[in-house]
Each structure stands twice: as C-alpha cells, then as structure tokens.
C-alpha cells in the first residue's frame, strides 16, 4: 500500500486507522479548514423514558458537514482528530451548537427540563481550562446546569484517573449531571463505577444486543441491579427492537436509546418530534 503511493508514506502501525501518514496529514488539514468553515454539527438522538416512550432529553452526537463528501460519521474522523489535537477545537463547536439549541428548545416547550448529554473524550476534559470554558458556555446560554449532561466513557478513568475524578466531581458540584458512557467495554468497568462520580450509566449496546439470549439478559440484569445498588440511572443503548425495549423495561432500567425511537436527527426534525409528542 505504502509502496504504491510512492514510498515515501509509511503505514500507521495502528491497523484501526487504516490511514497512511499522508492520508492523515491530509484529513488533518481538512479538518482544520472545516474547523475555520464551522462545518461541525451536532445532530440529536432522542433518549426515552422506558415506562412512557416520552422524549426526556438528546444525546449530541457530531456530524461533519463536508462539501463533497456528504455528511460524515465520527467514525470518519474521531481518531485523526484526536490525535491531532483538533478535537477540542471541534467538540467546542459541537458544545456550543448544542447547548444553543437546548435553549431554544426549552423556550418552544415553556419548560426548561430538557435534557441534552454531549461527550467528552479524556483529551477535551483534561485540556487546559476546559472546564472553566464549559461553564460558562452553560452560564451564558442561560441553560439550568442540571439538563447538561457530561458523557465520559471508562477509558478516561482509567488513563487520567485522579485528574479526571476530580474535574467529574467538579462538573458536579457546580450541578451539571455526569454519564457513565458504554458501560461494560472497558477493562475496568467496575472499579470505574466504584469511583465515579455519576448519576447515570449507560450501558454499551454490545449487551442489549445479546439480551435475546439468557446468558445477555441476565448480565444486563446484574449490571442494572448493581447500578441501581449504587443510586445510579440506567440508560440502555442501542434498542433496536420491541423486543429488546420490552426487556430492558422489564429489568427496571429507567431510559432507553436506539434506532427503534429514532436515529440521530437535525435540531429541526428534533424539534418537530419533540412538538408532536406533546
Ligand atoms: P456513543 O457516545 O456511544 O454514541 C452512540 C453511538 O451509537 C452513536 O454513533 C449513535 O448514532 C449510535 N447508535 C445509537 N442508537 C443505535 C442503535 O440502535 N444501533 C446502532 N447500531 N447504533 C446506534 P455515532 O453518532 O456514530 O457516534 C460514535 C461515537 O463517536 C460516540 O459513541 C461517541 O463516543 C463519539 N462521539 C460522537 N459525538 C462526539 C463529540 O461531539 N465529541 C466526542 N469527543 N466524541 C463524540
Ligand atoms: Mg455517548
Ligand atoms: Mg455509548
Ligand atoms: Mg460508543
């Protein structure tokens, strides 16, 4: 591969990537284009209340508007851009559009309990002055800090460990809610939930995907049941069928996500679901 481009790229050693150096370098550049371009936006996934199938809140999950290639996945360019570094500059985009758009949704509801949850990676949470700057983006958008909810996923944990507790347990104090996010995939998941100073888990679809079978169920169940032993909120994702929303209803978790409520949508096609479920 590296050969047939002209010998002078050489492969990233990651096979994740399955990007040349060259490739990387030019993802990177359009990146930082797009960044200058504001070609970041988040589109909103509903999370539902079990019980009643009521929209509670958003996840914001980023989207890259690119001039030719269409709307793009994270999967496109996560990793690049957090190698690069260029992830904050863009998760700050993405935080912005978010909570903006969360007050315009609690002024079309008349109610400002809305939810909206936006991730962090390690990188943007332990980045100089990242908290500081997030809350003010909530103060100045004039959002209550408790509809901001913070997804963070094991890893951060695990590589920043007391620094990343510490910024957790700040985020808290001044009331923004905090997530546990794709619970279960990292190498230590339990030690994590021990520590963390969270509201909420979220566990990874990787088991409600295999919760059809008896061995899945009852680990979902064991993972909800220590959550809850713990004063934690359960949100399950990946619900793709009534069959799996019905089970992880019947194991008490609290909220569900998935393909079966709705795909990730624009900030207008969240809008109208939200005003039609009213
Ligand atoms: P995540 O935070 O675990 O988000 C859930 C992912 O699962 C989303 O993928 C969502 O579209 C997808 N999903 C939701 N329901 C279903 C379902 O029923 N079936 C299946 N197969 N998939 C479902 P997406 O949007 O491609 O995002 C992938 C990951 O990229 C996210 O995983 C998150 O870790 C990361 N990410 C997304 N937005 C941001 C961001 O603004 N900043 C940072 N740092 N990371 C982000
Ligand atoms: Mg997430
Ligand atoms: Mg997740
Ligand atoms: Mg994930």
């Avoid at 990387?24 to 070609?39: K, V």
């Avoid at 069928?241 to 207008?268: F, I, M, N």
């Amino acid at each position: 591969e590296a050969k047939r481009q002209g010998g002078a790229a050489t492969v990233i050693s990651d096979p994740a990537l399955h990007l040349t150096v060259q490739q990387q370098f030019e993802t990177e550049a359009e990146l930082r284009a797009a960044i200058e371009q504001d070609a970041f936006e988040p589109y909103y996934q509903p999370i539902v209340d079990l019980e009643t199938r009521a929209v509670v809140g958003f996840e914001a999950l980023v989207r890259w508007c690119h001039p030719r290639r269409g709307v793009l996945p994270p999967a496109a360019f996560l990793e690049v851009a957090e190698t690069s570094g260029l992830i904050d500059a863009i998760g700050k985009q993405v935080i912005e559009k978010a909570l903006a758009t969360l007050r315009t949704w609690h002024e079309a509801l008349g109610r400002a309990t809305l939810t909206i949850a936006v991730n962090v990676s390690p990188r943007q949470l332990c980045a100089p002055g990242f908290v500081e700057w997030l809350l003010a983006a909530v103060t100045k958008c004039g959002v209550p800090p408790e509809t901001v909810k913070v997804e963070i996923t094991e890893s951060a944990v695990l590589d920043q460990g007391e620094k990343t507790l510490a910024i957790l347990s700040r985020l808290r104090g001044v009331g923004l809610q905090v997530m546990l996010d794709d619970f279960g995939t990292g190498f230590s998941s339990l030690s994590c939930l021990y520590q963390i100073p969270a509201q909420a888990i979220k566990i990874d679809r990787s088991f409600v995907a295999v919760i059809d079978t008896q061995r899945g169920y009852d680990f979902v169940r064991g993972v909800v049941d220590l959550a809850h032993a713990l004063g934690l909120d359960v949100v399950c994702e990946g619900v793709e069928t009534e069959a799996q929303h019905a089970q992880v209803k019947a194991l008490g978790a609290r909220w569900g996500q998935g393909y079966l409520y709705s795909r990730p949508v624009t900030s207008d096609q969240a809008l109208a679901m939200l005003l039609c479920g009213q």
